[in-house]
Every structure is written in structure tokens, then in C-alpha cells.
């Protein structure tokens, strides 16, 4: 499904599991690319290679939102993947 998101470049927070998973996989089902940002990089990979399986586009990206270099080292992560963030 394309949707209102589409190629749009979206960073989700907790998006290995439950809630941010859920949104992730939605945005990316509605053409967003989808830069998936969680402290369980594995579980984040997860989704992402779901995600490409499916013929999206995502990242994963491990860090801790409380922390002001992980945060700016995911922002980095998405400019350098999709050019910047929506």
C-alpha cells in the first residue's frame, strides 16, 4: 500500500519490538523509509531485513535515546542512507 508517507524519511524510536515495530512496519508498508532506532540493534535488524524482504527500504540503527551521541549518530546514520530526515 502507498500512502501519505510516502518516500518520506522517518526515524522510529523502539522500533524492534511492540509499539515502534508496529509503526515501522506500517510507514514502511505506506512507502516511508524508515530509519529503526533501538538499544537491541539485533531485534531492530529484524525488522529491517522484514522490512527489505518486503521491498522497502530501512536501516537499523542501535543507541539510546537519552543519549545526545546516539541520537546524533542515528540522525547521521539516516542522511547517510537516505539523505536526511522528514
Known sequence: MVGRVQ????LITGAG???GRTIALKLADE???VV???LNVDAAQ??????ETKGGR?????????????VADA???????FGGLD
Request: proline letters at 0%.
Open 46 to 51: 529484524i525488522v529491517a531485513d522484514d522490512i
Open 75 to 81: 540522525v547521521q546514520k539516516s542522511v547517510d542512507a
Open 31 to 33: 512507502g516511508a523509509k
Open 17 to 19: 519490538s511492540g509499539m
Open 36 to 38: 529503526l532506532f533501538d
Open 58 to 70: 530501512a536501516i537499523a540503527v542501535g543507541g539510546n535515546v537519552t543519549q545526545r551521541g546516539d
Open 7 to 10: 518516500d518520506k524519511r522517518i
